[in-house]
């Protein structure tokens, strides 16, 4: 199995972590081992990352459910109750069979999380992934919420489109500590999770976001993608109310001479849904690896 490609590959020679890279990138394998299905099966929460089909757009969306909603049904498939809502941009997508999907199932409880990658079809459940890629990621830069409830009588509000950010979704993006990343590559999909102290997304302005790529596991798996395919989608959630904020677009990394990297992201098409996940999670505790000088 080839872990990395060309993109991935550019940057680690470019920081000159290629051998760090090789060494962390034996953590990948096509197999789910029992710890990692038993993980899966603790989760209310699945995020999904793909490209639409008909548009070529990328999207991050939020897959829930009870605990079990996710189980492995061998040691490379995965199945998932229901799947995307009818009006999620991914809706088409997931139910399209061939379809390369990345997700991550996260556990704020722990500051666990898990990325298994590979292709979509419909099944009996809703949704069923033939996994290529699976492998777990540190705890760094993950909010630590102690417990959720599961709100099933909680209904999605109307949904609001646009091509840029409103005032209030700029505060939105603001105020949060938590995103998710969608990516693409040559015959597959990411989904990643990004994190910091409130205000580690910067709102440049209603059509860009800029954050810094704090360090991390060296692989540039996602940073990789954007860097052959510039092709993103971000969801940016509130762990309360459950609103969620899609968007889709750009990004491009820009490197100083002292190989710190900010990410800028130009949004094409922005999905505001309320109350779209039936989760209220507890306040966080940010995690102490959070620089401190985002705010």
Not at 61 to 77: I, K, N, Q, W
Request: glycine content about 10%.
């Amino acid at each position: 199995m080839t872990v990395y490609h060309a993109g991935s590959r550019t940057l680690q020679d470019r920081l000159g972590v290629r051998d760090l890279a090789d060494h962390v990138g034996r953590s990948i394998g096509p197999g789910i081992k029992p710890v990692a299905a038993a993980f899966l099966e603790l989760q209310p929460l699945l995020i999904a990352g793909a490209a639409d089909p008909a548009t070529g757009a990328v999207w991050a969306s939020p897959l829930t459910g009870p605990p079990g909603f996710v189980r492995a049904t061998g040691p490379h498939a995965v199945s998932v109750a229901g799947g995307p809502g009818p009006d999620d941009p991914l809706a088409t997508a997931l139910t399209t069979p061939g379809t390369p999907v990345g997700t991550l199932a996260l556990d704020p409880r722990t500051r666990r999380r898990m990325r298994l990658n590979g292709v979509a079809r419909p099944s009996a459940r809703g949704l069923a992934i033939d996994a290529d890629r699976v492998f777990a990621n540190c705890p760094k830069y993950l909010q630590k919420r102690e417990s959720y409830e599961l709100l099933p009588d909680r209904t999605p509000g109307p949904a609001r489109h646009g091509t840029e950010l409103t005032a209030a979704q700029q505060a939105f993006v603001s105020r949060a500590d938590t995103f998710f990343l969608a990516s693409v590559y040559e015959g597959g999909a990411d989904a990643s999770h990004r994190g910091g102290n409130p205000g580690f997304v910067e709102v440049v302005s209603p059509r860009e976001l800029a954050w810094r790529d704090y360090p991390g596991n060296s692989m540039f798996l996602s940073l990789g993608n954007l860097t052959a395919d510039p092709r993103a989608g971000l969801l940016f959630l509130d762990w309360t109310d459950g609103t969620a904020l899609q968007l889709t677009g750009e990004a491009r990394t820009d490197i100083a001479a002292d190989g710190e990297r900010t990410v800028r992201f130009t949004p094409k098409e922005v999905i505001e849904t309320p109350a779209a996940v039936p989760l209220r999670w507890s306040a966080p505790a940010y995690s102490p690896a959070n620089p401190a000088e985002a705010r």
